[in-house]
């Protein structure tokens, strides 16, 4: 009797655990120098289920000016398609910019830093996903910090483009299929992210 009960212990826990998890790992510099780091994961929950979280925690100082930066994302896919999204920016301690997407069976419910609103088309395809899944391939990109949709570009090959509403630009370099490096351009300055592993 024992033996069946941590059999079926054990049988539950691995149903409910993870089937596959990858995580990746950047140093993020700014005109040269480490100013923090980011870790995005990926997790298969079942055959239908992705979920990913981005964390990424920067300290720096330009123009006299100092800025700590925390943001993350938590994002889930069923079936291919987007479930929820919940993205918070930080800085310096106050809240600065937030985004929760909830699909209520109909339509995406977005509420966030810029008021409420709604979706009809469906994210299949959003920014976490550039980190696991080659960019460059990609021609309409869902931006869960501005829960809103942006065109891809690709000025080059193995290269994806895509500019934010504040008008800086984020650019994505693969190499095999693989992310190895991003850079995004702000009006004054460019903070790049290295892969690690």
Not at 67 to 93: A, C, H, K, Q
Request: a positive charge.
């Amino acid at each position: 009797m024992r033996l069946l009960i941590i059999a079926f212990v054990f049988l539950f826990s691995v149903e409910k655990s993870p089937i596959y998890a990858q995580f990746v790992n950047f140093d993020i510099f700014l005109f040269g120098d480490k100013i923090g780091n980011m870790t995005v994961s990926r997790k298969v929950v079942d055959d239908s289920t992705e979920t990913y979280t981005l964390e990424s925690r920067s300290k720096a100082s330009l123009l006299w000016i100092k800025r700590e930066n925390y943001t993350r994302y938590d994002v889930v896919y069923r079936n291919n398609r987007l479930i929820s999204s919940e993205n918070v920016e930080i800085e310096n301690g106050k809240q600065k910019r937030w985004v929760n997407v909830v699909f209520d069976g109909k339509h995406y419910q977005v509420n966030g830093y810029k008021g409420k609103r709604i979706l009809n088309e469906v994210p299949t395809y959003s920014v976490v996903k550039l980190f696991f899944t080659d960019g460059s391939k990609q021609n309409r990109i869902f931006y869960e910090s501005e829960g809103d949709f942006a065109e891809i570009k690709h000025p080059k090959p193995n290269v994806c483009e895509f500019a934010a509403s504040d008008g800086s630009r984020n650019i994505y370099y693969y190499q095999n299929g693989q992310l190895t490096n991003l850079e995004t351009h702000v009006s004054i300055a460019t903070i790049k992210l290295v892969r690690t592993n």
